[in-house]
């Protein structure tokens, strides 16, 4: 059993050869597809608008608005709202779905090869790993509030009670101090959530424990398109953690502008402002974004797309302060304004820079040792290292600390510091 598990953390995704490339390809294909479709599912909770205010975090929402206002435009004989969200979810679906195919093909024309068939695997196992874990946590979590004599079906319904439960007090002791109208009560929403979201990120990059179990992962592709970037809502363990105050914090912002919900007008707002979004994540794509003046300033405007390409950089220069890493162009807000505000905003530069980890080092090629690599890191030093003002450092400290014995599994050959990859 032992030989099994050492097998499973040490065993590397092989090189793929070019006849597997049709393959690849379909693969692409079909998750350009999936993910685009994903998506829409999505929009009424994306981009911390929408929670709060009754929403059960679920797909629901989305389909009993269609059929509200195919109800509505029906009983007033005007299909013209219906018909112009549907034209622009049709329109948001083909775009993310060419973008992520070209990020796929025109790879070899920005970096002189095509697209590493062994990065889709990687980290697409890595995606499935950490996906994969949560209802397996859940289910541990269920086992052990069984065996306290407590209810089992908190765990196992854990992220829908605890989303409930936010909202219930959100909507109990939050008081709406300004009915604001529906558009600028989402205007208002995203400007001041922008300001939670970005010291939310920001912390993800400073302090060690979030950085190495929460956020690290994120940064970890050093080529990046959808399929190669690990997703930040599936990290494991701490993603739990943040269904609360993700509820309670968007929540509370959007009850003080809005008594009821604003789902419409949230559709109709991330459906633009994913435009272009997509461009933050995509090597391939980067210097003809920039090329664009609509998407340049989209990305500005919205605080995404090609400016957020560059919080990806391996550049020693972008590594940040105090140790911490990518310490540029957080987001959060419109026209990068907390960023502006507190010295992380960089302008977009001509060439693309590397992605991924500082100083670019080599990885495991191994889903599970990057999928579990913060937990391992985190464990190992508390056993190596005994006394009780180091271990609290390791928990609390910040992401430049580095412990006296530390191991790295996430990074080969960097066993014993820290310092350059974090």
């Known amino acids: 059993m032992i030989g099994w598990i050492r097998w499973l953390f040490t065993a590397e995704v092989p090189e793929i050869g070019e006849r597997y490339r049709p393959l690849a390809t379909a693969f692409v294909w079909l998750f350009a597809v999936a993910f685009s479709v994903g998506f829409l599912q999505l929009l009424h ?58 990020g796929y093909s025109r790879y070899r024309g920005a970096r002189g090869e095509k697209f590493p068939m062994r990065l889709i695997a990687l980290f697409t196992l890595t995606n499935t790993v950490s996906a994969l874990s949560i209802p397996l946590l859940l289910v541990l979590v269920a086992g052990a509030l069984y065996l306290a004599g407590l209810d089992l079906h908190w765990g196992l319904d854990y992220i829908e009670r605890t989303a409930a439960l936010a909202n219930g007090w959100v909507n109990t002791h939050v008081p709406t101090l300004i009915e604001l109208p529906a558009f600028a009560a989402v205007l208002v929403v995203f400007m001041l959530g922008g300001f939670v979201h970005y010291w939310l990120h920001r912390l993800g ?48 912002i959007t009850k003080l502008f809005a ?35 609509w998407l340049r300033w989209g990305g500005y405007l919205f605080g995404n797309g090609v400016y957020h390409y560059l919080h990806h950089s391996a550049e020693p220069a972008d590594a940040g302060r105090e140790g911490a890493v990518n310490m540029v162009n957080m987001g959060g807000g419109f026209c990068f304004v907390w960023d502006q505000l507190f ?31 913060g937990m391992l890191q985190i464990a190992y030093e508390l056993w190596h290292n005994r006394d009780w003002k180091t271990r609290l450092c390791i928990l609390f400290g910040s992401s430049g600390y580095t412990p006296p014995v530390s191991r790295d599994f996430a990074v080969k050959n960097a066993v014993g510091s820290l310092k350059s990859e974090v």
Not at 260 to 286: D, R
Not at 349 to 356: N, T
């Open 205 to 252: 990059h400073t302090r060690r424990a979030l950085w190495l179990l929460f956020h690290r992962h994120h940064h970890m592709s050093p080529a990046l398109m959808q399929s190669t970037t690990l997703a930040v809502f599936t990290a494991v363990p701490l993603f739990l953690l943040f269904v609360l105050p993700y509820n309670l914090l968007f929540g509370a």
């Open 45 to 102: 909770v994306f981009v911390y608008l929408g929670p709060g205010l009754g929403d059960p975090v679920s797909f629901e929402p989305l389909r009993e608005l269609l059929q509200r206002l195919y109800q509505s435009a029906r009983a007033s004989d005007d299909y013209a709202l219906l018909l112009a969200m549907l034209a622009l979810m049709l329109f948001n679906l083909g775009f993310r779905f060419a973008v992520i195919v070209a």
């Open 259 to 293: 008594a009821q919900p604003l789902y419409a007008e949230v559709i109709v707002f991330n459906l633009v402002l994913l435009i272009p979004e997509i461009f933050g994540h995509q090597t391939a794509l980067y210097e003809r974004a920039i090329r664009f003046r």
């Open 343 to 373: 010295g992380t905003y960089r302008p977009l530069s001509e060439r693309a820079p590397k992605v991924g980890l500082t100083g670019s080092p080599e990885l495991h090629m191994n889903p599970l040792r990057l999928a579990y690599s």
